[in-house]
């Protein structure tokens, strides 16, 4: 398999799952997508010095995903006591612009109706929201409804970016009684802005099964350039 061994990971978004666990995503050095699994809040960092972060790149070790139903870009993330994980470097403006104008999709169609479960795309934001969940009042809920580049179909799609949510929650802590003012503010902000999100698809749920073959689909990652 091309995606097994050591790799040089560019970190697109983090996301966060339930309780310790997350979800980091990126691309290779061929700009081939990645979701190394499992990933915990502990993984982010060694020594207190920071080891993944978006538009980072850290080389690790990973393998063939063996999991039920796997993603195509499902790989196990190889943890190796003997070896030190560490940022190599942080892409430059210019590099994040080139990258994520290589990779970003036409639609979001491109992405799910061809076989992966990551994807790259620009937004026209028609509202931002972040509201406490409905069902677990002590954690926030973040959606966007949007439409891509092409038009014509609107989503509503939950956000677990782990940046925005902290960023919000930081707001609101700050700044009470003014989260309404913000959210629209940073609409506007995405769509004057070269801004993309990264998309993908949950695992399949039996249980509750979404549109996409039974994986709901979710901003994983908000960039604004």
């Known amino acids: 398999m091309q995606n097994q061994g050591k790799v040089r990971f560019t970190v697109l978004a983090i996301s966060k799952l339930y309780n310790t666990r997350i979800s980091i995503v990126g691309v290779d050095e061929n700009r081939r997508w990645i979701r190394?699994?499992?990933?915990?809040?502990?993984?982010?960092?060694n020594k207190d010095k920071k080891v993944f972060d978006v538009f980072g790149v850290t080389e690790i070790t990973i393998k063939d995903w063996w999991g039920s139903v796997p993603r195509p870009e499902d790989r196990f993330f190889v943890r190796n006591d003997q070896e030190e994980l560490t940022k190599l470097r942080d892409l430059d403006t210019n590099e994040k612009v080139k990258l994520l104008r290589s990779l970003v999709d036409n639609n979001v169609d491109a992405i799910f109706s061809h076989?992966?479960?990551?994807?790259?795309?620009?937004p026209v934001v028609k509202d931002v929201n972040f509201r406490r969940n409905p069902?677990?009042?002590?954690?926030?809920?973040?959606?966007?409804?949007?439409?891509?580049?092409?038009?014509?179909?609107?989503?509503?799609?939950?956000?677990?970016?782990?940046?925005w949510h902290q960023m919000l929650q930081d707001y609101i802590r700050e700044n009470p009684g003014m989260l309404s003012a913000k959210l629209k503010e940073l609409r506007d902000?995405?769509?004057?802005?070269?801004?993309?999100?990264?998309?993908?698809?949950?695992r399949l749920f039996m249980e509750n099964p979404g549109p996409y073959g039974g994986c709901w689909p979710q901003v994983l990652g908000v960039i604004i350039i």
């Open 135 to 163: 069902y677990y009042p002590a954690e926030y809920e973040a959606r966007f409804v949007f439409e891509d580049s092409i038009g014509g179909v609107i989503y509503n799609w939950m956000s677990n970016d782990l940046i």
């Open 115 to 122: 076989g992966r479960t990551l994807g790259l795309i620009r």
């Open 189 to 202: 902000t995405l769509n004057t802005r070269e801004s993309y999100f990264v998309v993908g698809l949950t």
């Open 36 to 45: 190394p699994m499992p990933m915990y809040q502990s993984d982010l960092f």
